[in-house]
């Protein structure tokens, strides 16, 4: 059962989403692309395109996205594809919520604790190598092409993947101004270049 | 008290207008939140954006939870996050349906053939600047690593790996505690 499994997969996302957008995005890539294959690597790469260039925080609308992808891709109808997405945008935020009432109502502060201090250290250099290994993992055939069907494809993909890196590193260049730029290339390069 | 049409409508505009993730909607939260309705103090509001990024969830949500909570209790953190979240989710929604019948679509596809790998970069590129935001050295950068390699080429889920990191986290801090206590 589909439903279940995602609203189950959503929810273990959410209770150890530490780190921000980028970790959700790991989370739900590794459970869902690699794990469970519900989603192609492609698809999910668009995906996130989408979800950085629309409003809203990015998490959810990746959450939402796949929730609706993951659904109509097992043969199911739109609507419960809408269904699904809302059902896994709801999911990924039901811990977190619960355990942020807790913390509202008595006014906990973390800082004033040194041992909870310590372990988010921890645990955010461990989210610097799962967003590594997200980004490694998104590196495929799917997303870049490969040199046996179109050696042009591969070689404007790494074009593009080194000037966007170069841009965001060196330059702090908006991702949305980068999504939508390569976007623009890929449409004047594949639709009338190559 | 607020009413709970504000706080919908507050974080209504907080969502819809932001584009860029939960750490974008800062500046428009602190402007509308403590500036213009004067719900929270500046000093409150930071200690609320250090809870909602120490604990797990989505950021904006939880920032929406606290506030929410704060001003009506239960129903107030409702409100707040279903306005936060509310147009993002509808407007993904619509261009999902959409895309559903593009995907064939000669234009379309040449559109995302450029932007996957450019997606792929933008996940890459942050690794970098989070390291160094984190506190990497020689001591710890074993800690990312490990987790790398044993979710790329080994396949293990990163949920283990998280919850490996909180276990040896927490005994690291009480390890620490301990010697502190000594001296």
Known sequence: MIFLKLFWTFLKIGAFNFGGGLATIALIQNEVVEKHGWLTAQQFTDIVATSQITPGPVGINTATYTGYTAIVNAGYSEWLGILGAVMCSLSVILIPVILMLIVSKFLLKHKDNKLVATTLSVLRLTVVGLIAAAALLLVSPETFGTYASSPAQLFVSIGIFAAVFIASIGFKASPILMILLSGVAGFVIYGFIV | ?183
């Open chain 2, 1 to 183: 008290m607020p009413k709970l049409i504000q706080i919908f409508w507050s974080f209504f505009k907080i969502g819809t207008f932001t584009i860029g993730g939960g750490y974008a909607m800062i500046p428009l939260m602190e402007r509308e939140l403590v500036d213009n309705r004067k719900w929270v103090s500046r000093e409150d509001f930071l200690d609320i954006l250090a809870v909602s990024q120490a604990m797990p969830g989505i950021f904006a949500v939880n920032m929406a939870t606290n506030i929410g909570y704060r001003l009506r209790k239960a129903p107030g953190s409702l409100t707040a996050i279903f306005g936060n979240i509310g147009m993002p989710i509808v407007i993904i929604l619509g261009l999902a349906t959409c895309f559903s019948f593009l995907q064939d679509n000669e234009v379309f596809e040449s559109i995302f053939k450029g932007i996957r790998p450019a997606v792929v970069a933008l996940i890459a590129a942050p690794v970098f600047n989070m390291a160094k935001s984190a506190g990497i050295n020689w001591k710890n950068f074993w800690i990312p690593l490990v987790a790398a390699v044993l979710i790329y080429l080994l396949g293990i889920s990163p949920i283990w790996i998280i919850a490996a990191a909180i276990v040896g986290g927490i005994c690291y801090g009480k390890y620490k505690e301990r010697k502190e206590a000594q001296v």
